[in-house]
Nanobody, 121 residues
Framework: VQLQASGGGLVQAGGSLRLACAAS????????VGWFRQTPGTGRIFVAA????????YYADSVKGRFTISRDNDKNTAELRMSSLTPEDTAVYYC???????????????WGPGTLVTVSS
């Protein structure tokens, strides 16, 4: 499956942003979907994940209460709504998908190109 993330940009601290992930195939419902982020010099860090039905959701502690992941299997899309953003949230955000269930060491097989989120102080 090919993924494409969009919605990144520049936002002031305390602001909100919505990232979207679109899949090339009408089979996204077969995949668990996740969001990761990466800053220069670091690896991709888990942000959030959602199971195939949307009934199970997982967040990194650093974004709990501020970020919301969702999906629309009819539209073959997923979203990451981010609020109360801080400069520490500045990163390239990646949408990813995999058929395997989420776990603490989950690292999806399929990745889209990242979208840059910059939070100014």
């Amino acid at each position: 499956v090919q993924l494409q993330a969009s919605g990144g940009g520049l936002v002031q601290a305390g602001g909100s942003l919505r990232l979207a992930c679109a899949a090339s195939e009408r089979t996204l419902s077969s995949y668990r979907v996740g969001w990761f982020r990466q800053t220069p010099g670091t690896g991709r860090i888990f942000v959030a994940a959602i199971n195939r039905s949307g009934g199970k959701i997982y967040y990194a502690d650093s974004v709990k209460g501020r970020f919301t992941i969702s999906r629309d299997n009819d539209k073959n899309t997923a979203e990451l709504r981010m609020s109360s953003l801080t400069p520490e949230d500045t990163a390239v955000y990646y949408c990813a998908a995999d058929r395997t269930p989420y776990s603490s060491y989950w690292y999806p097989q399929y990745w889209g190109p990242g979208t840059l989120v910059t939070v100014s102080s």
